[in-house]
């Protein structure tokens, strides 16, 4: 008997504006000029306050952190296709994103900086904090998704983020097929930086793309131009339809890259070529949208400069607000993880600080 | 005024190395302008000005390991309230002889020459162990940085934490340090860290307490003719503090022997043409000599083991892990091939392949870097009948190889042609004696030059 096929599998490759700045009239999301200038904004204040984060570091002001600069496409684009009843679930590479759902700078400085309380977002929600385990957002966020269709919320799905590193995790595994069998509404975002500290992608995965990973789960993977903040937005925009018609979840690989360190602990120099970077850094996903903003007569140098003096009298203060300190409790790993803690939770937190002779003060 | 003190620019960094300054005394720097270039363990960063004003005090000078904590510029921000006061421990450690040239005064007037201050002593640690920590005065004065863990475990055991030395940054206190201290023990970094860092602080016509030593002021080399200066870095520095150690720690001895290796020579001549191109195909006499030691090992573990001068024991390894000194591009680096008593001798002429081009290239890990039984130092293919080589302290014996080469020798009263290797063993006669070295090297001669009897014990 011949062999026949099975099944037959293909992964697209979105780009909508290119490198040298053509712009594909047919995938365009149309996005309006008001949006487009946001996502600018959202981008450059992403670019900005990560630069002025390592230089924090470096001044001993806060603690590690993992920079984000050159991945801001692909943290900033699809949160513009994101209303306020949808979900995010980021990894620790999102500054990006984090900001445009209106978390303050400054309380992802407190994370950084050893606090707890940069877990906590007052005023935003549905928005989950900083994941440095890796990949243990993923089933998270198919939990999330999950409840969303449990509960009815037809109007509302989540956008998951995670690295190129996160796929070799069982986490993944176990979240991306929950959420596969379940028809969770939940966007997988994995952000292809290629480099997992010093794994570089041909020693993570012997799949040639990350986006045919989602096959195995029989949802959709299409791989996108990450440094395209129009198709990340348009592969965002299409796959939260999807969840939204109960199709269920579908995977989007960003192809971008790492232009920093992975973490201010970390030297990258010692593991790879400067010439990869410097190709990479001539993809800069600002360049390319801002291009495009001079085109439409959007834009020029005299706009760009207000800009950068606004966005760092922003960070300027925020930055403020996170040095002036807060006061420190204890116990404010007790506060948070549930909505109404119970008894069990609060005789934990008696008798954690019955241990250090009572009072919540003074960490 | 501001005094910046230096960050922890990576997890858990202690000290950095200055690389270079961007601005000098009297300079008026911004916010966030670069300040100075610093080289960790993990990382070389350029570190930007936390503060803008005048640069008031630079903290060290080029090449000078800084510690974390320690204040590395005063800059005059305007701001007449002082932060907060240096810790005790931090300080710096001058760099040794390019500073010597950059500071004619007190080199000329070792007299005028402020002793750095330390609180870490491990000259008196390791030299005197009669004086123990319990006896001596407090190290520091002021609050001591320590968890509260360690505080409640210090006052359990009713130990003043003035009084311990301390191995974290800015001196801080830990459990281990206090269970040492409770010991007898002492310092409590390892030795190797400690030496070499009163090493770098030490001065012309300092004596250590050694007679007759006298470490004088170099002369002014340019008075004969032009000079080149460059400062003792990185793997270089490395290496200068391992030797230096090594050979002021530890009693040397070397036993030299010449190995017949004719037959060896022949079967691997042999074996090498049949296995070309494989992994470890290459197959050197190396890969040959590090499991002959590795059985060597096995039946005298006295030499696969070290001796602990904080504890008084002697520690024994079950695991053999060979060292391969490396000659790299910047300098010696020794990879350890690791379980070579389970490996073959295909698997470990391999792993020398891989971890010797790993290391020529730079790319090597840390990890392979590390754990090492025993070292062996092979300078034979470039040149070099017999050397005497440094033991890789805290080991307890290397093994140098010099060139293999035909010889005329005589045998049963005729003179005959063979390959002779000659191999030097260098040991530290503190754990083991002449004689045990003696056995050791009849058992590698045996292994060595009849390896069909070797065939029957493997």
């Known amino acids: ?363 | 005024m501001f005094e910046f003190k230096l960050p922890d620019l990576g997890e858990g960094i202690h000290e950095g190395e200055i690389l270079k300054w961007y601005v000098a005394v009297g300079d008026t720097i911004a916010e966030d302008e670069s300040l100075v270039d610093i080289e960790t363990d993990k990382a070389a960063v350029t570190i930007p000005s936390p503060k803008g004003g005048t640069v008031v005090s630079l903290g060290g000078n080029v090449g000078d390991t800084v510690d974390v904590g320690m204040v590395i510029t005063t800059i005059d921000d305007g701001d007449n309230a002082s932060s907060a006061a240096t810790p005790a421990a931090a300080q710096t450690r001058k760099a040794p002889a390019p500073e010597v040239e950059a500071t004619p005064a007190s080199a000329a007037d070792p007299a005028s020459t402020p002793r750095s201050e330390t609180v870490k002593t491990p000259a008196s640690a390791v030299t005197d162990p009669a004086s123990t920590p319990h006896s001596a005065s407090p190290l520091r004065v002021g609050p001591v940085p320590a968890a509260p863990a360690t505080r409640r475990k210090a006052r359990e055991m009713g130990l003043d934490l003035h009084m311990v030395p301390g191995s974290g940054p800015a001196g801080r206190v830990s459990l281990e340090d206090l269970e040492r201290f409770a010991a007898g023990g002492g310092t409590a970094t390892d030795a190797e860290e400690d030496l070499s860092a009163s090493a770098g602080a030490i001065s012309p016509g300092e004596t250590g307490g050694i007679p007759f030593l006298e470490i004088e002021a170099l002369p002014d080399f340019r008075r004969y003719g032009a000079i080149e200066t460059k400062p003792v870095r990185s793997i270089r520095r490395k290496v200068a503090k391992k030797m230096t150690t090594s050979m002021i720690l530890v009693p040397h001895v070397a036993l030299m022997e010449e190995v017949d290796v004719t037959q060896l020579e022949t079967f691997r001549r042999r074996e090498k043409a049949r296995r070309e191109g494989q992994p470890g195909g290459h197959l050197s006499l190396l890969s040959f000599v590090t499991k002959a030691v590795t059985e060597c090992l096995k039946a005298f573990p006295e030499f696969n083991a070290s001796l602990d001068h904080f504890k008084g024991e002697i520690v024994y390894k079950t695991y053999y892990n060979i060292g391969i000194a490396a000659d790299t591009p910047k300098g010696l680096m020794v990879p350890v091939i690791r379980g070579t008593d389970s490996k073959s001798i295909l698997q470990i002429a391999a792993d020398i392949e891989r971890l010797g081009s790993a290391a020529r290239d730079g790319k090597i890990a840390v990890a392979d870097l590390q754990g090492g039984s025993f070292t062996i130092t092979n300078v034979g293919p470039i040149a070099g009948k017999q050397l005497i080589p440094t033991i890789n302290h805290p080991e307890v014996a290397i093994l140098g190889m010099g060139r293999a080469d035909e010889q005329a020798v005589v045998r049963d009263g005729d003179i005959v042609i063979r390959t002779i290797l000659p191999v030097t063993l260098t040991f530290d006669h503190r754990i083991v004696d002449g004689a045990d070295a003696a056995r050791f090297m009849k058992k590698l001669v045996m292994l060595l030059s009849e390896p069909l009897n070797w065939l029957t014990e493997l």
Request: charged share 25%.
């Open chain 1, 1 to 363: 008997m011949p062999l026949k096929n099975a099944h037959k599998f293909t992964v697209p490759h979105l780009q909508v504006l290119s490198e040298k700045g053509t712009l594909d009239k047919k995938l365009d999301p149309g996005l309006s000029e008001t949006q487009l200038l946001r996502l600018y904004r959202a981008m450059t204040l992403a670019r900005e306050a990560d630069q002025r984060m390592l230089r924090l570091q470096r001044q001993g002001r806060m603690g590690t952190f993992s920079p984000s600069t050159g991945q801001e496409a692909a943290a900033c684009g699809p949160m513009l296709a994101l209303s306020e009843r949808d979900w995010l679930v980021p990894a620790f590479r999102e500054l990006g994103a984090m900001l445009m759902r209106g978390v303050p700078l400054h309380r992802i400085l407190l994370f950084w900086g050893g606090w707890e309380e940069g877990n906590v977002f007052p005023g935003v929600e549905r928005t989950l904090p900083i994941a440095v385990i890796v990949a243990s957002q993923i089933p998270h966020a198919a939990g999330v998704a999950y409840s969303l269709k449990y509960r009815g919320e037809k109007d509302a799905a989540v956008v998951c983020y995670f690295g190129d590193g996160a796929t070799s995790e069982g986490d993944f595994h176990e979240g991306m097929n929950f959420a596969a069998v379940w028809k969770a509404p939940v966007v997988f975002i994995c952000q292809n930086n290629h480099w997992a500290i010093s794994t570089p992608q041909e020693k993570q995965t012997g799949s040639k793309t990350f986006a045919q990973k989602a096959i195995a789960y029989g949802i959709p993977g299409i791989q996108v131009d990450g440094n395209d903040p129009l198709a990340m937005y348009k592969a965002t925009r299409d796959a939260l339809d999807r969840a939204n018609n109960g199709e269920g979840p579908t995977m989007i690989e960003a192809l971008t890259y790492r232009v920093s360190m992975h973490t201010t602990a970390d030297d990258p120099s010692k593991y790879r070529d400067t010439a990869e970077v410097e190709v990479w850094k001539s993809r800069d996903p600002l360049i390319r949208l801002r291009n495009l903003l001079n085109e439409r007569g959007l834009w020029g140098e005299e706009k760009e400069a207000a800009l950068l003096a606004e966005i760092k009298g922003e960070i300027d203060a925020e930055v403020r607000i996170y040095e002036h300190g807060i006061e420190a409790r204890s116990d404010i790993a007790f506060d948070h993880v549930f909505a109404s803690p119970g008894v069990e939770l609060e005789e934990q937190r008696a008798a954690f600080l019955e241990s250090r002779g009572g009072g919540s003060t003074n960490a």
